[in-house]
């Protein structure tokens, strides 16, 4: 059975990149046909899709995060990582990686990392 797991730091300042890793077992992220996503939910608010990377190493943003956001993959370890830049205190949530069979579709994800941005 795939499991997903985040890590990162859990305290971001200002303005710096954030930089979350999900490393995958139990599957490959170059398995036909599968996407895998970074969503987020803010402090009382929904679940948010930030951006995702295919089996086949393409990529899809989210309109309004696609200015600061990057997703990129090791295939040699597993793992896609997030990298959001120029961060700001609304950008404080839980973060989750995920994968979908599509770029916008998140059946199955992690169990979260929290991540504050605060100075």
């Known amino acids: 059975q795939v499991q997903l797991q985040e890590s990162g730091p859990g305290l971001v300042k200002p303005s710096q990149t954030l930089s979350l890793t999900c490393t995958v077992s139990?599957?490959?992220?170059?398995?036909?046909?599968?996407?895998w996503s970074w969503i987020r939910q803010p402090p009382g608010k929904g679940l948010e899709w930030m951006g995702a990377?295919?089996?086949?190493?393409?990529?899809a943003y989210s309109p309004s995060l696609k200015s600061r956001t990057s997703i990129y993959r090791d295939t040699s370890k597993n793992q896609f990582t997030l990298q959001l830049s120029s961060v700001t205190p609304e950008d404080t949530a839980v973060y989750y990686c995920?994968?979908?069979?599509?770029?916008?579709?998140?059946?199955?994800r992690g169990q979260g990392t929290q991540v504050t941005v605060s100075s």
């Open positions: 995920a994968r979908g069979s599509g770029y916008r579709e998140y059946g199955y």
């Open positions: 139990g599957g490959s992220i170059t398995t036909n046909y599968y996407y």
């Open positions: 990377i295919s089996y086949r190493g393409t990529t």
